[in-house]
């Protein structure tokens, strides 16, 4: 059986990676590519995917508001209607935690990063085939600084840095602190 993929994707590089890693798989077939919420939410009126791939930040609003309206839908998953609900990874190279906090309490079946490598992406979309929640190492990591932590934004800010791998100079020099500072958050 093949899975029918909608990719909401406003960067072509990015859609472009996506695109080629599902064709390298026979279990994925791209049914649209969308740029824009707009353009997501025609294609998610006319046409059913199995799996929507789902891009944080858009031009012309948030993938949020998209996988909302998804779990919103009343014509989803209704007696009579051949409509169902899309499963739906969310990722993005820009987001904050609390995006990503949002995207997992509006019922995002995976979230990942841009930074993630391709594989993962399949990874996570073979949970979701399964019914299986998936949520990637590196979101893991930028969920624990979500604000309902007890931790100052400062903290929250070189946690991130520390994460992506900056060592204490280069975490001041970003932001504008001592590195005694760093040291000290």
Same mark, same amino acid.
């Given at each position: 059986?093949?899975?029918?993929?909608?990719?909401? %994707?406003?960067?072509?590089?990015?859609?472009?990676?996506?695109?080629?890693?599902? =064709?390298?798989?026979?279990?994925?077939?791209?049914? #649209? %590519?969308? &740029?824009?919420? !707009?353009?997501?939410?025609?294609?998610? %009126?006319?046409?059913?995917?199995?799996?929507?791939?789902?891009?944080?930040?858009l031009?012309?609003?948030?993938?949020?508001?998209?996988?909302? =309206?998804?779990?919103?839908?009343?014509?989803?998953?209704?007696?009579?209607?051949?409509?169902?609900?899309?499963?739906?990874?969310?990722?993005?190279?820009q $987001?904050?935690?609390?995006?990503? $906090?949002? $995207?997992?309490?509006?019922? $995002?079946?995976?979230?990942?990063?841009?930074?993630?490598?391709? +594989?993962e992406?399949?990874?996570?979309? /073979? #949970?979701?085939?399964?019914?299986?929640?998936?949520?990637?190492?590196?979101?893991?990591?930028?969920?624990?600084?979500?604000?309902?932590?007890?931790?100052? &934004?400062? =903290?929250? +800010?070189?946690? +991130?840095?520390?994460?992506?791998?900056?060592?204490? !100079?280069?975490?001041a =020099?970003?932001? /504008?602190? &001592?590195?005694?500072?760093?040291?000290? #958050?």
């Amino acid at each position: 059986m093949t899975f029918s993929v909608l990719i909401v %994707e406003d960067q072509g590089i990015a859609s472009a990676g996506v695109r080629f890693t599902l =064709e390298t798989n026979d279990l994925f077939g791209v049914l #649209h %590519e969308a &740029s824009s919420c !707009k353009k997501a939410r025609t294609l998610l %009126e006319s046409e059913t995917p199995d799996l929507v791939i789902l891009d944080v930040i858009l031009p012309d609003g948030s993938g949020l508001d998209i996988l909302s =309206e998804i779990r919103n839908s009343s014509n989803a998953d209704t007696p009579g209607s051949s409509k169902r609900e899309p499963r739906v990874l969310v990722y993005s190279g820009q $987001a904050n935690p609390q995006e990503f $906090a949002a $995207a997992k309490r509006l019922g $995002a079946d995976a979230l990942l990063s841009k930074s993630d490598p391709p +594989q993962e992406l399949v990874t996570a979309l /073979n #949970h979701m085939i399964e019914g299986i929640p998936y949520i990637s190492l590196t979101v893991k990591r930028m969920l624990a600084l979500t604000t309902e932590s007890e931790i100052t &934004s400062r =903290e929250q +800010q070189v946690l +991130q840095l520390l994460f992506l791998g900056l060592d204490n !100079k280069e975490m001041a =020099e970003r932001l /504008n602190i &001592s590195a005694a500072t760093v040291r000290k #958050h």
